[in-house]
């Protein structure tokens, strides 16, 4: 079993930025791989990025690519979303997710434990 809990989510005008955190526990976090994935109302889950076990590899959709970052520390059992150059349509509640192994993926499919979502508001 593992536990997540996201934070840092909040309102932010258009361009600006919020740092998202995800605090784990239980199964050895070092071992399994993580994600973001994001749903707006009305559309479905959307993969946002994912960090392999070790943080070396990662992946990012096209529409956050070079604005968005993710990173983990082990030794705090935490990954982290850096978001920068914020627009409206980024606006969603933003999950942090589990992956069943180490491997990296952007398949909602392929992660087992979720937390329970932030609110990320982009509006002026």
């Known amino acids: 079993q593992v536990q997540l809990v996201e934070s840092g989510g909040g309102l932010v005008q258009p361009g600006g930025s919020l740092r998202l955190s995800c605090a784990a526990s239980?199964?050895?976090?070092?071992?399994?791989?993580m994600g973001w994935f994001r749903q707006a109302p009305g559309k479905e889950r959307e993969f946002v990025t994912t960090?392999?076990?070790?943080?070396?590899?990662?992946s990012y959709a096209d529409s956050v690519k070079g604005r968005f970052t993710i990173s983990r520390d082990n030794a705090k059992n935490t990954v982290y979303l850096q978001m920068n150059s914020l627009k409206p349509e980024d606006t969603a509640v933003y999950y942090c997710?589990?992956?069943?192994?180490?491997?990296?993926?952007?398949?909602?499919?392929?992660?087992?434990?979720w937390g329970q979502g932030t609110q990320v508001t982009v509006s002026s």
């Open positions: 239980g199964r050895s976090f070092s071992t399994i791989a």
């Open positions: 960090i392999n076990y070790s943080g070396r590899t990662t």
């Open positions: 997710a589990a992956a069943r192994d180490s491997l990296s993926s952007d398949s909602v499919k392929d992660y087992d434990y």
